[in-house]
């Protein structure tokens, strides 16, 4: 029963996702393109919620298809407003594959890292909770320091 509702809950918020980002390039208003990823988010978060306790294991496929659906809606909204420079699209495609792959590693050590059984106690937790602090503010750092 549980399964059936979070089914149409989970088509419901696709669907909006879908319109919202369909009325963003048809429209040509990249303000909606946030949105509307917003409640593709959401839908995942509701997946993953309704999904149990395991780790899910197509985590980097989804996350890699997000950032696509996010790249190529930008990208055709900006392309719509002239010609690019010669070999920006080939440039733009090229860059995007490789921040997939990327993307798909990572997130394939990260899954492989959080499946490892590891008996350190709570001092080996504390010390992956304060490296990943440390990731995040560095990662913080060098986007802002790219600015």
Do not use: C, N, Q
């Amino acid at each position: 029963m549980v399964a059936d509702r979070a089914g149409g809950v989970l088509a419901l918020l696709g669907a909006v996702a879908v319109a919202i980002l369909a009325a963003a390039l048809l429209l040509r208003l990249p303000v909606l393109i946030a949105p509307a990823l917003a409640v593709l988010g959401a839908e995942y978060a509701t997946l993953f919620a309704t999904g149990g306790d395991t780790v899910d294991a197509r985590a980097p496929l989804y996350a890699v298809g997000f950032l696509a659906v996010a790249e190529l809606a930008f990208a055709a909204l900006e392309l719509r407003a002239g010609k690019p420079e010669p070999g920006l699209v080939a440039r733009r495609i090229a860059l995007l594959v490789a921040v997939a792959a990327g993307g798909v590693l990572a997130g394939l050590i990260v899954l492989a890292a959080a499946a490892a059984p590891l008996e350190g106690g709570l001092g080996l937790e504390a010390a992956g909770v304060a490296a990943a602090v440390v990731l995040v503010v560095a990662l913080g750092r060098a986007a802002a320091g790219s600015r």
